[in-house]
């Protein structure tokens, strides 16, 4: 059985950081691009950014550029997101999603198409 657990969201203020984790098991982890989606309340969902866990190639939203990071330690089997400089509009849930055969930049293109496996998502909230 194929398991995606996030960890670390939280509250934070405006300016501040967090490190959301997702842990993957039940998978080939390098088969597989990894990354982030987030769904804010009336909004769709929609891709924060990707990492190729066989590569380390990685792709990023353009609000979230410079400020998010995105990597991943294959030994455990862990994608990480360190968020930077949040901001109130950051606020959403976040889901960790994996996407068999393709590369960070292709799985950010299909978006939720492209997505075999979710997470069940962790609240990220920045106050202003």
């Known amino acids: 059985e194929v398991q995606l657990v996030e960890s670390g969201g939280g509250l934070v203020q405006a300016g501040g950081s967090l490190r959301l984790s997702c842990a993957a098991s039940?998978?080939?982890?390098?088969?597989?691009?990894i990354g982030w989606f987030r769904q804010a309340p009336g909004k769709e969902r929609e891709g924060v950014s990707y990492i190729n866990t066989s590569g380390g190639s990685t792709y990023y939203a353009d609000s979230v550029k410079g400020r998010f990071t995105i990597s991943s330690d294959n030994a455990k089997n862990t994608v990480y997101l360190q968020m930077n400089s949040l901001k109130p509009e950051d606020t959403a849930v976040y889901y960790c999603?994996?996407?068999?055969?393709?590369?960070?930049?292709?799985?950010?293109?299909?978006?939720?198409?492209?997505?075999?496996?979710w997470g069940q998502g962790t609240q990220v909230t920045v106050s202003s």
């Open positions: 999603a994996a996407s068999w055969g393709f590369t960070a930049a292709q799985a950010m293109g299909l978006g939720s198409r492209g997505v075999d496996y």
């Open positions: 039940g998978l080939t982890f390098d088969d597989y691009a």
